[in-house]
Each structure stands twice: as structure tokens, then as C-alpha cells.
């Protein structure tokens, strides 16, 4: 190799790191530009696919869904063909921007709701979804706020509804599967599957003592 080629490597990994530990140390939301050209491109669709999430879990059609965090919609996309015309898709994200572009590309879907919400507060009844998904976001959410958000996932799921959480190794605020693992044991749910892929992940869980289809 040359050095020149050793020299940017070098630097591509060591400003990774940097993004890295300052995502660690301070979560906080992807800015929208920075989804739209990190996480919105063909290299992410091909090695690290939206269908992540519903390789781990399929949706039957017509189930009811929330999305937490859904960014620019690719994942969205992904869920509302999985529940199809007689099921729904409702997605949340905090940033505005996020929420513009999501519902641009979901425009013509009539099973998708896209609005600005928090996860923290789902803006959602009791007991009404079968699935709640969330990719790449409970990492964003401040430590002491993520069990906050699955208490508020396990109230809107109906009894025996999923909640699944998608994870990339690439993205700054990066869960490992064993920190997934704990924060929903803690939030009272049981781990049913969890799907590993290349530096990828997504764990699939029913809250404890909930009836299960
Ligand atoms: C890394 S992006 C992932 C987007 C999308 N899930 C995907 O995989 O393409 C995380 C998204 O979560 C959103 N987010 C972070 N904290 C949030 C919160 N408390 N409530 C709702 N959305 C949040 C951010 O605004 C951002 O759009």
C-alpha cells in the first residue's frame, strides 16, 4: 500500500473514532443532513438494509405499527409494504426536517402516518399497536431517558405486541446486542429473538406476562 493511501486510512478511522466517543459521551439526534447523506444512500441500502428489522420480525399484513425515530423513512418504507393496504404504519420522528423528508418519500402510502413527536411521549393510546420498531435511535436518547421510552412502547403495544430494535454498527450511538438486551429486560420485557447480521443487529421482544398470539 502506498503511504499516502495508508495516511488517509488512518485518518478515515481515527476521525470514525472521534464520532464515535463523542456520540458515547453526549446522545443526541443525527442531524437531518447527516441521515440524509450517511444513512439515505444506495452502500447503506445494500450493506446495511432497512429489512433488517423485518428479517428479525415480519409484520403480518394488516397489523398496526409505530416507528420511533424514523428519520427519513427508509425504514418506513419498509414496514408499511410489510403490513400492506389493510394495515397501518405510524412514524414518529423529533426533528422536523426528518419528518418533511420521511413524508415525502411515504406521499401516495395511505396506510402511513408521519408526524413530530418525541419517543419519550408516544402520542398514542393504550393498548392499540402490534408492533412498535425502532432502528438506530435508542442510542440518541439520553441514558436515563431510554427506559422511559420502552415504558411508553410497552403501553401502546397491545398484549403479546413486538417491540423490535434495529441496531448498525456504523452509527456513533452504536448499542451493542447485550446493552439491548438488558435495557428492555429492565423496562419488563423478554427477549423472543435476536437476529445478528454482519455488524448489524435487531432484537425482538414481548413484554413479560403478556399473552402472545
Ligand atoms: C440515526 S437516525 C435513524 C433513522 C432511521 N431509523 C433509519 O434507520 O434510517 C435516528 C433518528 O431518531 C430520531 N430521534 C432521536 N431521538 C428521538 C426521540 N427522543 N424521539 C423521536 N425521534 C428521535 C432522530 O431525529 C433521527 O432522525
Given at each position: ?45 445494500a ?19 409505530g ?69 438506530a ?20 403495544l ?28 429492565q ?6 429473538h ?20
Open positions: 500500500m502506498e503511504l499516502w493511501m495508508g495516511g488517509v486510512l488512518l485518518v478515515c478511522m481515527a476521525a470514525f473514532l472521534a464520532l464515535r466517543w463523542d456520540g458515547q459521551r453526549r446522545p443526541r439526534p443525527m442531524a437531518v443532513w447527516m441521515e440524509s447523506v450517511f444513512l439515505d444512500n444506495p452502500f447503506r441500502r450493506v446495511f438494509p432497512p429489512s433488517l428489522v423485518t428479517r428479525a420480525w415480519m409484520p403480518p399484513p394488516g397489523a398496526r405499527l416507528e420511533l425515530g424514523a428519520g427519513t423513512g427508509m425504514v418506513t418504507a419498509v414496514l408499511a409494504r410489510a403490513v400492506g393496504p389493510t394495515g397501518h404504519v405510524w412514524a414518529i420522528d423529533r426533528q422536523r426536517g426528518a419528518v418533511a423528508r420521511a413524508r415525502r418519500r411515504m406521499a401516495g402510502w395511505p396506510g402511513c402516518t408521519v408526524a413530530v413527536a418525541d419517543a419519550r411521549h408516544l402520542p398514542w393510546p393504550d393498548g392499540q399497536l402490534d408492533g412498535v420498531v425502532t432502528v435511535m435508542l442510542g440518541e436518547v439520553p441514558e436515563p431517558d431510554r427506559l422511559t421510552v420502552l415504558a411508553e412502547c410497552r403501553r401502546v397491545k398484549p403479546g405486541g413486538r417491540v423490535v430494535l434495529g441496531e448498525y454498527g456504523p452509527d456513533p450511538h452504536y448499542l451493542t446486542p447485550g446493552a439491548l438486551a438488558s435495557l428492555v429486560n423496562a419488563g420485557f423478554q427477549v423472543v435476536q437476529h445478528r447480521g454482519w455488524w448489524q443487529h435487531a432484537l425482538v421482544a414481548v413484554a413479560e406476562g403478556s399473552k402472545g398470539p
